[in-house]
Antibody
């Protein structure tokens, strides 16, 4: 079964950092671009960014590129999202997704909830 | 950025046809490829790919879903609507980065 499982979410204070993980299984992780999308409470979907198979290309939404860093560990079949200087506007569910081809999200994780509050 | 506009809500009757639109601020087509995709999101769940490149059904998606369109105007049709189809539907373009989503159309029962 193709599966993506996010972890690392939770409550974080404003200004702090947080790192999310996305564990992939059921497919050859090395063969796919991967990406992140978030959804604020009651709102629509917002593309965060994506990373290619060997991490040589990483694209970000321009409004988020200074705050988020995407990386991956192919040996561990894991995708990461490092988030810094978090504010209340970053409160959201964060989804990882398999991309096939770049941009097209054919498999989604169940999401990790991040709440930024003091 | 390419802006995608969707109507916020659509009221439908079970067994009837539902049609929703997505308008792009500029063309999302390249040659014969229409780089518009549709996702379904049920309450409390992650989104799921329904239609890719405007008219291609994703794996496991029932044939009552169909998509059409090109350029700037795209349509998602559900025919006939079933109770399980009550959800929010998002369009997304991959013609030009940053990839963008429409605001979503929430399909509700009449």
């Amino acid at each position: 079964e193709v599966k993506l499982v996010e972890s690392g979410g939770g409550l974080v204070q404003p200004g702090r950092s947080l790192k999310l993980s996305c564990a992939a299984s059921g497919f050859n992780f090395n063969d796919y671009w991967m990406g992140w999308v978030r959804q604020a409470p009651g709102k629509g979907l917002e593309w965060i960014g994506e990373i290619n198979k060997d991490s040589s290309t990483i694209n970000y939404a321009p409004s988020l590129k200074d705050k988020f860093t995407i990386s991956r560990d192919n040996a561990q079949n894991t995708l990461y999202l490092q988030m810094s200087k978090l504010g209340s506007e970053d409160t959201a569910i964060y989804y990882c997704a398999r991309l096939s081809p770049p941009g097209l999200m054919d498999v989604w994780g169940q999401g990790a909830s991040v709440t930024v509050s003091s | 950025d390419i802006v995608l506009t969707q109507s916020p809500a659509l009221a439908v009757s079970l067994g009837q046809r539902a049609t929703m639109s997505c308008w792009a601020s500029q063309s999302v087509s390249i040659s014969r490829y229409n780089l518009m995709h549709w996702y379904q999101q049920k309450p409390g769940q992650q989104p799921k790919l329904l239609i890719y490149r405007a008219s291609n059904l994703a794996s496991g998606i029932p044939a009552r879903f169909s998509g059409s369109g090109s350029g700037t105007d795209f349509i998602l049709t559900i025919n006939p609507v079933q109770a399980d189809d009550i959800a929010t539907y998002y369009c997304q373009q991959t013609r030009e980065s940053p990839w963008t989503f429409g605001g979503g159309t929430k399909v509700e029962l009449k």
